[in-house]
T-cell receptor, first 114, second 113 residues
Framework: EDQVTQSPEALRLQEGESSSLNCSYT??????LFWYRQDPGKGPEFLFT???AGEEKEKERLKATLTKKESFLHITAPKPEDSATYLC???????????????FGKGTHLIIQP | GAGVSQTPSNKVTEKGKYVELRCDPI?????LYWYRQSLGQGPEFLIY????????DSGLPNDRFFAVRPEGSVSTLKIQRTERGDSAVYLC???????????FGEGSRLTVL
């Protein structure tokens, strides 16, 4: 069974204090790993897709990296508006999430204090 | 509208009642998904449509849950004989086919008393 574990569950940082969020996964035949951002009361918003170990993607203060067992979401010099829950998801050939469906982790709740 | 639209945004019902939740996807998106999200959890897959047909309904928890997409656009999730455990946010997402890049609506929050 595909599993996605995110850590920490919650993280509180000061504005400008860089850190990393972890996503560990076990999946047979990873097709892709995805990061989403979710604000309170909203649906998840797509951030990144990673397909193979060693791949990196960047967007503003965020950088996502992928190894064979885990992915990291690095946040550099965060601002209060980066506060949100960050969700990691995997896609496998038979993930049970439909042909393009995803299996999500529980997320990391990130708070950036001014 | 430009995004995925879900109605109602909030629904409070009594145990045993029937509920319908509606999703209007992004125009032109052929793939449509329903997910359920409980407090403190990630979204949990329910059902996936490609066009009008349910390509994968393996996530539906039991036969009280059913979804349709008769014209390949709007979809309705139907829940019969609601139970308190059905309380959650029901998220709809659509996709143009770019693997894993789903566009989510804001969800319908269902509360069963």
């Amino acid at each position: 069974e595909d599993q996605v574990t995110q850590s920490p569950e919650a993280l509180r940082l000061q504005e400008g204090e860089s850190s990393s969020l972890n996503c560990s996964y076990t999946v047979s035949g990873l097709r892709g790993l995805f990061w989403y951002r979710q604000d309170p009361g909203k649906g998840p918003e797509f951030l990144f897709t990673l397909y193979s170990a060693g791949e990196e993607k960047e967007k503003e203060r965020l950088k996502a990296t992928l190894t064979k067992k885990e992915s990291f979401l690095h946040i550099t010099a965060p601002k209060p508006e980066d506060s949100a829950t960050y969700l990691c998801a995997v896609q496998a050939p038979y993930s049970g999430g439909g042909a393009d469906g995803l299996t999500f982790g529980k997320g990391t709740h990130l708070i950036i204090q001014p | 509208g430009a995004g995925v639209s879900q109605t109602p945004s909030n629904k409070v019902t009594e145990k045993g009642k029937y509920v319908e939740l509606r999703c209007d996807p992004i125009s032109g998106h052929t793939a449509l998904y329903w997910y359920r999200q409980s407090l403190g959890q990630g979204p949990e897959f329910l059902i996936y449509f490609q066009g009008t047909g349910a390509a994968d309904d393996s996530g539906l928890p039991n036969d009280r849950f059913f979804a349709v997409r008769p014209e390949g656009s709007v979809s309705t999730l139907k829940i019969q004989r609601t139970e308190r455990g059905d309380s959650a946010v029901y998220l709809c997402a659509s996709s143009s086919g770019q693997a894993g890049e789903l566009f989510f609506g804001e969800g319908s929050r269902l509360t069963v008393l």
